[in-house]
């Protein structure tokens, strides 16, 4: 018996799988493709994300393996200066999403979640005991909750009859790598040409001399599953530049669509959904496998924490209420996006209204904070400014707030040194030091680092610590 079986070893299931691993839970991940699928879909991560990464210790594995640029064309393509940002990351991290999925997988399985691969969910039934999830080759495997975290076509999602309302794809965009005989200079040029006109069409050099390639297709394809030939490819670019530049040896050639659509329910009893399983939109601003990342970091502690017994009552359940309306905003900001970018007359006009309002400092902050996720405050009630929102890493006398965040676990941070958390002491740390950045007395940090409270007395901690860490461990006294 398991204690989580994740569906779908993609960034949102892995790490999903390595955040219950610090909470010391047996986690199964199975995963349906025998071997890491070659294409590259996302290029990199958000400042949210990279923050993430920060607090769990995975960030320099990152760092060496991608490289950090200023922010540029955030939000539909218009590019404006950025405003200086309240982060110690403020940078966009340009990392392939192979690369990703990669570090991610490996780092599930060396903190111990075991990753299957070759093994794909075909059926689920669950009990008020746990889950049994079926392969496609008969093998039943029990655990006490699933996630599903197997992508936009979730079996999980189907399985559970879970709705996926939305808009169904109206545009299809063709996307690979691949050889050209055509110069650099000639691809630079035609890029630039066409995409005043169309933004889904560009060549992207690799560092190898390669090219990363989108073009638009000829209408909508009946199964997206199903890769493009290279005869597709060359006939769309011919059509649209009026040339195939003489595109060959793809290494991949992959289609996305524009669908835009969001899971009517987060959790049916003991199975939750989580990244694309739970949303889905187009790739404008890059933002889908932050989105799902970040999932995993809002319900990875929470579901430790009611399979270990001391999750207070509606904890798992402020899953969905938190992290539903966070994709909402995506999709809403997607669908703008494509709005935007849209060669129209009316859509043009606003686009260029939009480039102006966002001379505007505060209309810029609030885009970018929106795309990199650092705007996200949840609904925590009454409060100080800080409520809710995530905490940015800052500068103690000894080291680094994210630095004393890798295990997972709550945090008092306590610039007075006379508060306590001694009852909660097996859930939460407490960290007696100063920071000239912060400006309240102290903060709790959820394991997610989102402000639970925030204050300088004992009595109103103690009021906010059982909502998110539940009753106190009886064995401690006051
Ligand atoms: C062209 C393009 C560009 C993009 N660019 C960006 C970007 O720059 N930034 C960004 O944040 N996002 C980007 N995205 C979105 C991003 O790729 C996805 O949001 C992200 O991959 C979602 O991660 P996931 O783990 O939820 O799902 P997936 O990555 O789809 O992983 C799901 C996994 O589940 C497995 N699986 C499926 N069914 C089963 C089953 N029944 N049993 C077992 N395993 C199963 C699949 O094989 C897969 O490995 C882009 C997407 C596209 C198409």
Redesign the pocket.
């Given at each position: 018996m398991f204690d989580v079986i994740i569906?779908?070893?993609?960034?949102?299931?892995?790490?999903l799988a390595a955040e219950l691993r610090l909470h010391g839970l047996q986690v199964l991940v199975?995963?349906?493709?025998a071997e890491?699928?070659k294409v590259v879909?996302?290029?990199?991560?958000?400042v949210r994300?990279v923050e993430v990464m920060d607090q769990r210790g995975m960030l320099e594995r990152f760092l060496e393996h991608g490289k950090q640029h200023p922010f540029a064309s955030f939000f539909a393509g218009i590019t404006k200066p950025v405003p200086r940002l309240d982060t110690a990351h403020a940078y966009t991290l340009g990392i392939p999403?192979n690369v990703t999925?990669r570090l991610l997988a490996e780092y599930a399985v060396e903190v111990g979640a075991e990753l299957r691969r070759g093994?794909?969910?075909?059926g689920l039934s669950q009990d008020d005991d746990g889950v049994t999830a079926e392969?496609?080759d008969g093998t039943q495997l029990h655990s006490r909750y699933l996630v599903g975290?197997?992508?936009?076509?979730?079996?999980?999602r189907k399985l559970l009859g879970v709705g996926f309302p939305g808009e169904p794809s109206t545009t299809e965009?063709l996307?690979g790598e691949a050889a050209a005989t055509a110069s650099a200079e000639e691809l630079a040029a035609a890029t630039a040409e066409i995409r005043k006109t169309q933004l889904r069409f560009g060549f992207m050099p690799l560092a190898d001399g390669g090219y990363r390639f989108?073009v638009p297709a000829d209408g909508v394809a009946e199964d997206r599953a199903v890769p493009p030939t290279l005869d597709e490819v060359r006939q769309q670019l011919r059509a649209v530049a009026g040339t195939d530049f003489g595109v060959h040896s793809p290494r991949w050639l992959?289609r996305?669509g524009d669908a835009t659509r969001l899971a009517e329910r987060y959790r049916v009893g003991r199975v939750l959904l989580?990244?694309?399983?739970?949303h889905?939109h187009p790739?404008l601003?890059?933002?889908?496998?932050?989105?799902?990342?970040q999932?995993a970091f809002n319900l990875g502690w929470k579901l430790a924490a009611e399979i270990g017994g001391w999750a207070p009552g509606g904890l798992l359940d402020s899953y969905e209420t938190e992290r539903r309306p966070v994709a909402a905003d995506v999709l809403n900001n997607t669908r703008a996006q494509s709005v935007l970018v849209s060669t129209e007359p009316g859509p043009q006009a606003v686009r260029r209204l939009l480039a102006e309002l966002m001379d505007f400092e505060d209309v810029n902050r609030f885009l970018v904070e929106k795309i990199t996720g650092i705007g996200i405050r949840y609904d925590f009630g009454e409060g100080p400014g800080l409520l809710g929102r995530r905490l940015r890493d800052v500068r103690l006398t000894q080291g680094r707030l994210y630095e004393l965040t890798h295990h997972g676990r709550g945090l008092l941070l306590d610039q007075t040194g006379r508060l306590s958390v001694a009852r909660w002491a097996d859930r939460v740390d407490h960290v007696v030091d100063r920071s000239e950045e912060l400006a309240e007395s102290a903060v709790l940090l959820r394991p997610d680092g989102h402000v639970a409270w925030a204050g300088d007395d004992q009595q109103t901690l103690e009021q906010h610590l059982p909502r998110w860490f539940g009753t106190p461990d009886p064995a401690r006294r006051p």
């Open positions: 569906a779908g070893g993609g960034p949102t299931g892995c790490m199975l995963e349906k493709d890491p699928s879909r996302g290029l990199g991560l958000h994300s999403q999925d093994c794909e969910l075909a392969l496609v975290c197997d992508g936009g076509r979730s079996t999980v965009t996307l989108v992959s996305f989580a990244g694309d399983a739970a889905v790739p601003g890059g933002q889908g496998l932050n989105l799902g990342v999932d």
